[in-house]
C-alpha cells in the first residue's frame, strides 16, 4: 500500500485540540459510540450558546425514518447567531471575523465581531422590518461579498430559513427553488465579480421572479454600481434599509430542531432536493469538526476558498468558523486572476494559517508549474485542506511538498450537504495521512460498507459506504417531501443512511473514497445529477433523447459526456453541440456544460425500455472492450454504431 505519513511536528505542538493523537482520538471515538447521547450533550453545553440547555440527546431511528424522523438536543432552544456572532462580539470585540478578499487583489476589508454584530443586528432588523417572520424562507443569490454571510446570520437572527442558491445558477433555477420552498424574500446583488467578470444577479433574479411570484421583496446589495433592472415597491437597497436599520436587536429563540436553512442539491432523479438542517445538531457539528480537523487556533487566520452557495461554504466559511470565533476569508475572486498565483498571494498577504480548496483547484494549479507557488511565502501555511471529489495521489504530494513544503499536514476531508459537516479526515494533528485516503471517520459517525446484496463487509473490502447512526449534523428531511428523503437515503439499504459512493476500506481501516456508485456526477467538485442535463437537453427542440454519464477528466475529476439522439431531420454539428450548452446554462447555470456530445441513433435499451445507463458509461470511460452482457438489448446494432461512433 502506499505511504504513511505522520503528523509533522509543526501542527502537533501548541494545540488546545481535544484530540492530540491516536489515543485521545480512538477514546473519544469510543465514547462517540458506547454514549452517543452524553458525547454530544457535552460536546454542545460546553461550545455552543444555548438559551435552554438541552438534556435530550437523538431520538429517531434510521429503520423508520418517515414515523420516527431524527432530531437532536430536542428539548433546548438557542439561536445560533449567539453562538456565531454575540459571544465573540462580547468576549473579542476587535478580533477580525471576516477577512473579505475582493475580486481585485488588496481592495478588500475586515470586518471584527463587533461590527459582524452591528451588521448582523441591522440586518435583522431590516428583514424584520420588510416582513420576513421566524418560519419563513430567504433565497440568498449572492456573489462572494461579506453581506453574504451577513443576510444568512440575519435570517438565522430572526429565526427565518435561508436557502442560498450558489450565483451561477440560472433565473429557471432560482425560479424553481423559490417555488419549492415558497419564499417571501430574495437578497441578492447588483452584480457579481469573478476575474473582472461581471455577473448580473440583481437582473438573473428579476428574470426569476417574472410572472406570478411568492416574493414580495428584493433585497439589493450595490457591489459595482451596475446598471440593474428595478422594481418600484419590491426592491430594496440593502444600503438603504440595512444601513439605517437599528443596531440593537435581540435574536429570536428557536427550538434546537427549528429548520436554520434549505440547501438544494442534486441527487439521481427529478429536481434537485431541499435539505434542511436544523439550528442546535447543524452548529454543533460543524463548530466541533472545525475545531478538531483544522486544528483551529486562537490566532489562526483560515481561508477556505469555496463558495457559500454550496455545503462547504455554509458549514466551513460561515457557521463552523464563526461558532468557533475564528477569522474566516470570504474570497471573491477565482484561482487564476489575475494568474495562477492568487491562492499563494492570499496566504502571503493575509497570513493564512489553515487554507481548504477543492482538489480539481490543485490539480488546475499544479499543471501551471511550481513558480506561481515558490514566489509567495508561505511559511504561515500550518493545515492543507480538501473537499468535494476524490484526490488523486499525485496533486496530494503536490500541495503537500510544493504547497505546504512538506511542513503542513494534509486533511483530505470526506462529507455531503447531507452530512452537514465533515464525516471521514483525518484530525491534524492526530491522524497519520496516505495520500488518497480521507482515513478515519469523525467520532460519532459509524462508517458501514455493504455489498450489493447489503451485507455488511468487514474488515479491509470495497463496497456502498454507508452511515450506522444518526449524528447531529445530518440533514433532517427534504423540504415539503419527508417522503422523497426516507426513499432517497434509508431504503436502499435498510435501517442505514446510504451516502450514494463507494469507498474501499484498508487492513489499517483507512477509509478510500471511489466516487459515485448513482447518477450523480461530480465536476470540479461540483455536485451534478445527470437527469437534470438529460431533462434540460431533451427540452431543446432538435432532441428527440440524451443519456448523460460522467468520465474521468485529468482536471475536473469527471467530465460530463452526453449522447444525443437527434429528431428526425436534424444532423448533428459543432454548432448543435454549442447550442445545447447554451440551452444547459439557460436552463441550469454556468456551471453546467456538457464536455462531449457523441450524437448517436438511439439509446441502449433494455426490451422493457429501460436505458442501460453501464453501456454509456463503459464507452464514454473508453472503455467499450468492458460492456459485459449485452444480450438483454433490444437492439444491439444501437452498441455497435455508439462504439464506432465520433465525439464532438
Ligand atoms: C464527493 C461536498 C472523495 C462525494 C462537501 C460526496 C468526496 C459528494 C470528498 C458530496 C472527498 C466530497 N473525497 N469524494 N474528500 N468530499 N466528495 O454534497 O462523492 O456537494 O458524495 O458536498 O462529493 O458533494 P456535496
Same mark, same amino acid.
Given at each position: 500500500?502506499?505511504?504513511?505519513?505522520?503528523?509533522?511536528?509543526?501542527?502537533?505542538?501548541?494545540?488546545?485540540?481535544?484530540?492530540?493523537?491516536?489515543?485521545?482520538?480512538?477514546?473519544? /471515538?469510543?465514547?462517540?459510540?458506547?454514549?452517543?447521547?452524553?458525547?454530544?450533550?457535552?460536546?454542545?453545553?460546553?461550545?455552543?450558546?444555548? +438559551? #435552554?440547555?438541552?438534556?435530550?440527546?437523538?431520538?429517531?431511528?434510521?429503520?423508520?425514518?418517515? =414515523?420516527?424522523?431524527?432530531?437532536?438536543?430536542?428539548?433546548?432552544?438557542?439561536?445560533?447567531?449567539?453562538?456565531?456572532?454575540?459571544? @465573540?462580539?462580547?468576549?473579542?470585540?476587535?478580533?477580525?471575523?471576516?477577512?473579505?478578499?475582493?475580486?481585485?487583489?488588496?481592495?478588500?476589508?475586515?470586518? #471584527?465581531?463587533?461590527?459582524?454584530?452591528?451588521?448582523?443586528?441591522?440586518?435583522?432588523?431590516?428583514?424584520?422590518?420588510?416582513?420576513?417572520?421566524?418560519?419563513?424562507?430567504?433565497?440568498?443569490?449572492?456573489?462572494?461579498?461579506?453581506?453574504?454571510?451577513?443576510?444568512?446570520?440575519?435570517?438565522?437572527?430572526?429565526?427565518?430559513?435561508?436557502?442560498?442558491?450558489?450565483?451561477?445558477?440560472?433565473?429557471?433555477?432560482?425560479? %424553481?427553488?423559490?417555488?419549492?420552498?415558497?419564499?417571501?424574500?430574495?437578497?441578492?446583488? %447588483?452584480?457579481?465579480?469573478?476575474?473582472?467578470?461581471?455577473?448580473?444577479?440583481?437582473?438573473?433574479?428579476?428574470?426569476?421572479?417574472?410572472?406570478?411570484?411568492?416574493?414580495?421583496?428584493?433585497?439589493?446589495?450595490? +457591489?459595482?454600481?451596475?446598471?440593474? *433592472?428595478?422594481?418600484?415597491?419590491?426592491?430594496?437597497?440593502?444600503?438603504?434599509?440595512?444601513?439605517?436599520?437599528?443596531?440593537?436587536?435581540?435574536?429570536?429563540?428557536?427550538?434546537?430542531?427549528?429548520?436554520?436553512?434549505?440547501?438544494?442539491?442534486?441527487?439521481?432523479?427529478?429536481?434537485?432536493?431541499?435539505?434542511? @438542517?436544523?439550528?442546535?445538531?447543524?452548529?454543533?457539528?460543524?463548530?466541533?469538526?472545525?475545531?478538531?480537523?483544522?486544528?483551529?487556533?486562537?490566532?489562526?487566520?483560515?481561508?477556505?476558498?469555496?463558495?457559500?452557495?454550496?455545503?462547504?461554504?455554509?458549514?466551513?466559511?460561515?457557521?463552523?468558523?464563526? /461558532?468557533?470565533?475564528?477569522?474566516?476569508?470570504?474570497?471573491?475572486?477565482?484561482?487564476?486572476?489575475?494568474?495562477?498565483?492568487?491562492?499563494?498571494?492570499?496566504?502571503?498577504?493575509?497570513?493564512? *494559517?489553515?487554507?481548504?480548496?477543492?482538489?480539481? /483547484?490543485?490539480?488546475?494549479?499544479?499543471?501551471?508549474?511550481?513558480?506561481?507557488? #515558490?514566489?509567495?511565502?508561505?511559511?504561515?501555511?500550518?493545515?492543507?485542506?480538501?473537499?468535494?471529489?476524490?484526490?488523486?495521489?499525485?496533486?496530494?504530494?503536490?500541495?503537500?511538498?510544493?504547497?505546504?513544503?512538506?511542513?503542513?499536514?494534509?486533511? =483530505?476531508?470526506?462529507?455531503?450537504?447531507?452530512?452537514?459537516?465533515?464525516?471521514?479526515?483525518?484530525?491534524?494533528? /492526530?491522524?497519520?495521512?496516505?495520500?488518497?485516503?480521507?482515513?478515519?471517520?469523525?467520532?460519532?459517525?459509524?462508517?458501514?460498507?455493504?455489498?450489493?446484496?447489503?451485507?455488511?463487509?468487514?474488515?479491509?473490502?470495497?463496497?456502498?459506504?454507508?452511515?450506522?447512526?444518526?449524528?447531529?449534523?445530518?440533514?433532517?428531511?427534504?423540504?415539503?417531501?419527508?417522503?422523497?428523503?426516507?426513499?432517497?437515503?434509508?431504503?436502499?439499504?435498510?435501517?442505514?443512511?446510504?451516502?450514494?459512493?463507494?469507498?474501499? +476500506?484498508?487492513?489499517?481501516?483507512?477509509?478510500?473514497?471511489?466516487?459515485?456508485?448513482?447518477?450523480?456526477?461530480?465536476?470540479? &467538485?461540483?455536485?451534478?445529477?445527470?437527469?437534470?442535463?438529460?431533462?434540460?437537453?431533451?427540452?431543446?427542440?432538435?432532441?428527440?433523447?440524451? &443519456?448523460?454519464?460522467?468520465?474521468?477528466?485529468?482536471?475536473?475529476?469527471?467530465?460530463?459526456?452526453?449522447?444525443?439522439?437527434?429528431?428526425?431531420?436534424?444532423?448533428?454539428?459543432?454548432?448543435?453541440?454549442?447550442?445545447?450548452?447554451?440551452?444547459?446554462?439557460?436552463?441550469?447555470?454556468?456551471?453546467?456544460?456538457?464536455?462531449?456530445?457523441?450524437?448517436?441513433?438511439?439509446?441502449?435499451?433494455?426490451?422493457?425500455?429501460?436505458?442501460?445507463?453501464?453501456?454509456?458509461?463503459?464507452?464514454?470511460?473508453?472503455?467499450?472492450?468492458?460492456?459485459?452482457?449485452?444480450? #438483454?438489448?433490444? %437492439?444491439?446494432?444501437?452498441?455497435?454504431?455508439?462504439?464506432?461512433?465520433?465525439?464532438?
Amino acid at each position: 500500500m502506499s505511504d504513511v505519513y505522520p503528523v509533522p511536528d509543526r501542527v502537533r505542538i501548541g494545540t488546545n485540540n481535544p484530540i492530540t493523537s491516536m489515543d485521545t482520538y480512538r477514546s473519544a /471515538a469510543a465514547h462517540a459510540q458506547n454514549d452517543p447521547d452524553q458525547f454530544w450533550l457535552d460536546e454542545t453545553r460546553r461550545n455552543v450558546v444555548w +438559551r #435552554t440547555p438541552p438534556t435530550l440527546g437523538v431520538s429517531g431511528n434510521f429503520r423508520n425514518i418517515v =414515523d420516527s424522523p431524527i432530531t437532536w438536543f430536542a428539548d433546548g432552544t438557542l439561536n445560533i447567531t449567539e453562538s456565531c456572532v454575540d459571544r @465573540h462580539a462580547a468576549e473579542h470585540p476587535n478580533k477580525v471575523a471576516i477577512v473579505w478578499e475582493s475580486d481585485t487583489p488588496g481592495e478588500g476589508y475586515n470586518i #471584527t465581531y463587533k461590527e459582524l454584530h452591528q451588521q448582523v443586528c441591522q440586518a435583522a432588523n431590516a428583514l424584520s422590518g420588510m416582513g420576513l417572520k421566524k418560519g419563513e424562507r430567504a433565497i440568498i443569490y449572492m456573489g462572494m461579498v461579506p453581506e453574504a454571510a451577513i443576510a444568512m446570520l440575519a435570517c438565522a437572527r430572526i429565526g427565518a430559513v435561508h436557502s442560498v442558491v450558489f450565483g451561477g445558477f440560472s433565473a429557471e433555477a432560482i425560479r %424553481d427553488r423559490v417555488r419549492d420552498c415558497g419564499a417571501e424574500i430574495v437578497i441578492t446583488q %447588483d452584480q457579481g465579480l469573478r476575474g473582472t467578470k461581471a455577473i448580473p444577479l440583481k437582473n438573473i433574479a428579476d428574470q426569476a421572479l417574472q410572472g406570478e411570484s411568492s416574493v414580495k421583496q428584493v433585497l439589493v446589495v450595490q +457591489r459595482t454600481g451596475g446598471d440593474v *433592472t428595478w422594481v418600484d415597491g419590491r426592491d430594496v437597497w440593502w444600503h438603504d434599509a440595512v444601513g439605517n436599520a437599528s443596531t440593537e436587536h435581540t435574536a429570536v429563540e428557536c427550538a434546537a430542531e427549528d429548520p436554520l436553512f434549505i440547501l438544494y442539491t442534486s441527487g439521481s432523479t427529478g429536481k434537485p432536493k431541499g435539505l434542511v @438542517h436544523t439550528c442546535g445538531g447543524y452548529i454543533t457539528y460543524t463548530q466541533y469538526t472545525h475545531r478538531t480537523v483544522f486544528d483551529l487556533r486562537d490566532d489562526d487566520v483560515y481561508a477556505c476558498v469555496a463558495d457559500v452557495g454550496w455545503i462547504t461554504g455554509h458549514s466551513y466559511i460561515v457557521y463552523g468558523p464563526l /461558532a468557533n470565533g475564528a477569522t474566516t476569508v470570504m474570497f471573491e475572486s477565482v484561482p487564476t486572476f489575475p494568474d495562477a498565483g492568487r491562492y499563494w498571494d492570499l496566504v502571503e498577504r493575509h497570513k493564512v *494559517t489553515i487554507f481548504y480548496t477543492a482538489p480539481t /483547484a490543485i490539480r488546475a494549479l499544479a499543471a501551471q508549474g511550481d513558480a506561481f507557488v #515558490t514566489k509567495y511565502d508561505r511559511s504561515s501555511l500550518r493545515v492543507l485542506g480538501t473537499v468535494g471529489e476524490p484526490i488523486n495521489p499525485d496533486a496530494w504530494e503536490w500541495y503537500y511538498n510544493v504547497v505546504g513544503e512538506r511542513r503542513c499536514n494534509i486533511v =483530505d476531508t470526506w462529507w455531503q450537504t447531507e452530512t452537514g459537516g465533515i464525516a471521514i479526515a483525518p484530525i491534524a494533528p /492526530a491522524t497519520p495521512t496516505k495520500p488518497g485516503s480521507a482515513t478515519l471517520p469523525m467520532p460519532g459517525i459509524l462508517p458501514v460498507l455493504l455489498d450489493t446484496d447489503g451485507e455488511r463487509i468487514t474488515g479491509p473490502g470495497e463496497g456502498r459506504l454507508c452511515i450506522d447512526h444518526p449524528w447531529p449534523g445530518l440533514a433532517r428531511t427534504v423540504w415539503g417531501d419527508h417522503d422523497r428523503y426516507g426513499a432517497v437515503y434509508f431504503t436502499t439499504f435498510r435501517g442505514y443512511y446510504f451516502t450514494g459512493d463507494g469507498c474501499r +476500506r484498508d487492513a489499517d481501516g483507512y477509509y478510500w473514497i471511489t466516487g459515485r456508485v448513482d447518477d450523480v456526477i461530480n465536476v470540479s &467538485g461540483h455536485r451534478m445529477g445527470t437527469a437534470e442535463f438529460e431533462s434540460a437537453l431533451v427540452s431543446d427542440e432538435s432532441v428527440a433523447e440524451a &443519456g448523460v454519464v460522467g468520465y474521468p477528466h485529468p482536471i475536473k475529476g469527471q467530465g460530463v459526456y452526453a449522447y444525443i439522439v437527434l429528431q428526425p431531420g436534424v444532423t448533428g454539428s459543432e454548432a448543435l453541440a454549442k447550442e445545447l450548452n447554451l440551452t444547459l446554462r439557460r436552463l441550469i447555470g454556468a456551471h453546467a456544460r456538457v464536455d462531449l456530445y457523441q450524437f448517436v441513433p438511439g439509446l441502449p435499451k433494455t426490451r422493457s425500455g429501460k436505458v442501460m445507463r453501464r453501456i454509456l458509461r463503459k464507452v464514454a470511460e473508453g472503455e467499450p472492450e468492458k460492456l459485459g452482457d449485452i444480450s #438483454t438489448l433490444a %437492439d444491439p446494432s444501437v452498441v455497435e454504431a455508439i462504439v464506432a461512433g465520433c465525439k464532438l
